[in-house]
C-alpha cells in the first residue's frame, strides 16, 4: 500500500451543493494531484498542486478548485455539483525536483455521488 | 495534445500463461514517462511499471515486463506465469516531465484457474 490516504470513503450529496474532499500526500512528497474517475473510463487529471501553489491544470470548470497546505496534505472543493461529478476521485502524491518528477502514488479514491 | 489509447478493452488468460496488454500514444515531446497502473476492484491505483523515454532498455519488474518502441510511439506490458491476483483493469498513462498524467480508458484482464 501507499501513505497516500483519503476521506472520505463514500460520500453521497445533492444537485447544487457543495463538497470538500481530504487528500494526506505519503511522506516525503511535496506535490499532489488530483483525478475524476468516471465509472469506466480512466481518471481525468484535474490539476496539480506543488508547494501551495496550483502547477497545472486540465479541463475542469473553476467551481473545481483546490488547496495545498504546509503539511502537503490537500483538499479538493467542488461547488454547485452536478450528476456528471458523480465519479470516484483519486488523489496521488510525488515528488516534484526541478525539471525531473518521480512517480505518482495514488489514494484509494473517494467515490462520490450527487442524485 | 497527448493521448493514450489502449485497443484492448477485456482480456483474458490461463493462470500460469503469458500474456501482452497493448498501448499506443501520441506525443510530440522526446522526454516524457510512460507507466502501467493496475487498479483491482478495491480501487486503489497500483504501480505496475514505470519506463523513461530516454532509455533505450525495457524495463523490468519481475514478471511484468514491456515493449518500448519509441518510434512507433508503442507501449506494451507483458505479464509473465499469470497469477489470480493479477486480476484487475490495467492502466496505460503518459506524463510529460512537472505535467499531468493522461491514462487510456484501461484494458479489463481476468486470469482463470
Known amino acids: 500500500e501507499t501513505g497516500v490516504t483519503q476521506s472520505p470513503t463514500h460520500l453521497i450529496k445533492t444537485r447544487g451543493q457543495q463538497v470538500t474532499l481530504r487528500c494526506s500526500s505519503q511522506?516525503?512528497?511535496?506535490?499532489v494531484s488530483w483525478y475524476q474517475q468516471a465509472l469506466g473510463q480512466g481518471p481525468q487529471f484535474i490539476f496539480q498542486?506543488?508547494?501551495?501553489?496550483?502547477?497545472g491544470r486540465g479541463n475542469f470548470p473553476p467551481r473545481f478548485s483546490g488547496l495545498q497546505f504546509p503539511n502537503y496534505s490537500s483538499e479538493l472543493n467542488v461547488n454547485a455539483l452536478e450528476l456528471d461529478d458523480s465519479a470516484l476521485y483519486l488523489c496521488?502524491?510525488?515528488?516534484?525536483?526541478?525539471?525531473?518528477?518521480?512517480?505518482?502514488?495514488f489514494g484509494p479514491g473517494t467515490r462520490l455521488t450527487v442524485l | 495534445a497527448q493521448t493514450v489509447t489502449q485497443s484492448q478493452p477485456e482480456m483474458s488468460v490461463q493462470e500460469a500463461e503469458t500474456v501482452t496488454l497493448s498501448c499506443t500514444y501520441d506525443?510530440?515531446?522526446?522526454?516524457?514517462?510512460l507507466f502501467w497502473y493496475k487498479q483491482p476492484p478495491s480501487r486503489q491505483m497500483i504501480l505496475v511499471i514505470r519506463?523513461?523515454?530516454?532509455?533505450?532498455q525495457n524495463a523490468t519488474e519481475n514478471r511484468f515486463s514491456v515493449n518500448f518502441q519509441k518510434a512507433a510511439k508503442s507501449f506494451s506490458l507483458k505479464i509473465s506465469d499469470s497469477q489470480l491476483g493479477d486480476t484487475a483493469m490495467y492502466f496505460c498513462?503518459?506524463?510529460?516531465?512537472?505535467?499531468?498524467?493522461?491514462f487510456g480508458a484501461g484494458t479489463r484482464l481476468t486470469v482463470k484457474p
Open positions: 496521488a502524491s510525488s515528488y516534484l525536483a526541478g525539471p525531473s518528477t518521480d512517480t505518482q502514488y
Open positions: 511522506s516525503g512528497h511535496n506535490t
Open positions: 498542486y506543488y508547494r501551495e501553489e496550483e502547477n
Open positions: 506525443t510530440s515531446e522526446s522526454n516524457y514517462y
Open positions: 519506463q523513461e523515454a530516454y532509455k533505450q
Open positions: 498513462a503518459f506524463m510529460k516531465l512537472n505535467n499531468d498524467m493522461r
